[in-house]
Nanobody
Framework: QLQLVESGGGLVQPGGSLRLSCALSGGSVDYYAIGWFRQAPGKEREGVSSIGSSDLGTYYADSVKGRFTISRDNAKNTVYLQMNSLKPEDTGVYYC????????????????????WGQGTQVTVSS
């Protein structure tokens, strides 16, 4: 079975940076499309970024374009979300997820398409 584990969250000041990791087991990050979602207190979970299978492209929410970068390292079987110029509104629990279909490219992100989820990692942007 596919498992995903997020790490790299923490407390950072506005303007700072964090790199989140999503480590896969039971499947290859080269094969799976992966989405990053976040959920702020009292708000619905929203799609932040996704990376398509293999060379199928990357996608970003307008709110993070130019600040976040999604990538994969096949040797480490890990997907990353590099977050720069962080803002307080970026605060939330960040989740990585994989779709039921595995292969593909997904944007916009729909929660119903994603069936394997990590446990989440907290990102807090505050001075």
């Amino acid at each position: 079975q596919l498992q995903l584990v997020e790490s790299g969250g923490g407390l950072v000041q506005p303007g700072g940076s964090l790199r989140l990791s999503c480590a896969l087991s039971g499947g290859s990050v080269d094969y799976y499309a992966i989405g990053w979602f976040r959920q702020a207190p009292g708000k619905e979970r929203e799609g932040v970024s996704s990376i398509g299978s293999s060379d199928l492209g990357t996608y970003y929410a307008d709110s993070v374009k130019g600040r976040f970068t999604i990538s994969r390292d096949n040797a480490k079987n890990t997907v990353y979300l590099q977050m720069n110029s962080l803002k307080p509104e970026d605060t939330g629990v960040y989740y990585c997820a994989a779709p039921h279909t595995g292969w593909g490219a997904f944007w916009p992100l729909h929660l119903a398409d994603f069936t394997s989820w990590g446990q989440g990692t907290q990102v807090t942007v505050s001075s």
